[in-house]
T-cell receptor
């Protein structure tokens, strides 16, 4: 049972344009969402996060949008740069309860930004 | 801080052999996670600990897999006996735990079972 889903295995974008990566979740107990970026032969690194009490969080070129009613979030990268080419993972967690920081990840989306 | 340290970076072993992966979490982090990366399932949580106690091992695929955390600075993931379908990249991550869920990952161990 995949509680976090990234339905697009890959995305190709021209440099300077917008990249939009999507993520859906099924567990209504999730209240905190994160995006991680992963380069080959490296571990995932934290990129940006959003709490369920917000619908938008922005950090430089990266913006995450959350639609709780649709159980959907997206990551926007504007403008896209070749160095953004990586695998992007969406993750979700329950901050309270007994999860102790457990993160549930999606399958990942391979982003390729062409010069 | 050196971050989460995993060893070895690469492991090639023959089917049936025992494999031990090692992890040193970030000092002061209370939660430690073992993930496996596959094409089909992405980052799959195998097991996690809080304050050295296993909290949830429901992701461990079979009894061939076991994990320990004898102290706050060390954890192992063991596969015995190993099978070719265990070939994957295994990541260890740590975080401060409840209320703070940003996890920091090690560089991973690429396991190949032939």
């Amino acid at each position: 049972d995949q509680q976090v889903k990234q339905n697009s295995p890959s995305l190709s974008v021209q440099e300077g344009r917008i990249s939009i990566l999507n993520c859906d979740y099924t567990n209504s107990m999730f209240d905190y969402f994160l995006w991680y970026k992963k380069y080959p032969a490296e571990g995932p690194t934290f990129l940006i996060s959003i709490s369920s009490i917000k619908d938008k969080n922005e950090d430089g070129r990266f913006t995450v949008f959350l639609n709780k009613s649709a159980k959907h979030l997206s990551l926007h990268i504007v403008p896209s740069q070749p160095g953004d080419s990586a695998v992007y993972f969406c993750a979700a967690s329950e901050r309270g309860g007994t999860s102790y920081g457990k993160l549930t990840f999606g399958q990942g989306t391979i982003l390729t930004v062409h010069p | 801080d050196a971050g989460v340290i995993q060893s070895p970076r690469h492991e090639v072993t023959e089917m049936g052999q025992e494999v031990t992966l090692r992890c040193k979490p970030i000092s002061g982090h209370n939660s430690l996670f073992w993930y496996r990366q596959t094409m089909m399932r992405g980052l799959e949580l195998l097991i996690y600990f809080n304050n050295n106690v296993p909290i949830d091992d429901s992701g461990m695929p079979e009894d061939r897999f076991s994990a320990k955390m004898p102290n706050a600075s060390f954890s192992t993931l063991k596969i015995q006996p190993s099978e070719p379908r265990d070939s994957a990249v295994y990541f260890c991550a740590s975080s401060r735990g409840r209320g703070n869920t940003e996890a920091f990952f090690g560089q991973g161990t690429r396991l190949t079972v032939v």
